[in-house]
């Protein structure tokens, strides 16, 4: 099922999350339903504040951009009750954009490496390294379930520039493709 995404300006998108219990009902399905409504909205990413829901869950699939590099070919990942333990590495501006802030793209500093633990959707526990892409995508969604977008982490000269935009979400004045719940709309 796809489900609405909810943008910039609703506050849960700036609550820090709790962990979903394990035996959360639908969990599979719930995961499922994330999926969908990332590859309809053509994201390659989705944290679960994003979709109403006070938890720290992540999904993630670069598969859609293996043309660009051939490792992102099945890259298809949940992270459940995620933490990122370590962050360094060189620091690198590239340009990100957001589900829930639409119609804006700024380049983010982020560090290059990550270690971050998780269970996957079997439950099983992982405590691993990401680099590059892979690490940038995954801090960007781990960004969402701390209460972080990637529009606080720009400069202020390009916070100024975007501002009218992200003004004019605060008053729910968005266009976008895919189905959203933005401020003041029920
Ligand atoms: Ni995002």
């Known amino acids: 099922m796809i489900l609405p995404i909810y943008l910039y300006g609703q506050p849960i998108l700036r609550k820090v999350c709790r962990d979903i219990p394990l035996d959360y009902p639908g969990l599979d399905q719930l995961i499922s339903d994330m999926f969908e409504t990332m590859y309809h909205a053509d994201g390659v990413g989705l944290a679960a504040p994003q979709i109403g829901l006070e938890y720290r869950l992540i999904v993630v699939d670069l598969d859609p951009l293996k043309k660009d590099d051939p490792t992102f070919a099945g890259f298809k990942k949940v992270f459940i009750n995620a933490y990122i ?16 802030v639409p119609d804006v793209h700024e380049k983010v500093p982020r560090n290059n490496r990550i270690r971050i633990r998780y269970l996957d959707e079997n439950l099983v526990a992982h405590d691993e390294i990401y680099e590059g892409y892979k690490a940038r995508v995954i801090q960007h969604e781990y960004d969402h379930i701390e209460g972080v977008l990637f529009v606080d982490l720009i400069s ?19 266009k976008c493709k895919y189905k959203v719940k933005a401020v003041g709309k029920r």
């Open 156 to 174: 202020g000269i390009r916070k100024q520039l975007i501002k009218s935009k992200l003004n004019n979400m605060l008053k729910g004045v968005v």
């Open 85 to 100: 333990t370590e962050k360094d590495g060189e620091e690198a501006s590239v340009e990100e954009g957001c589900l829930s």
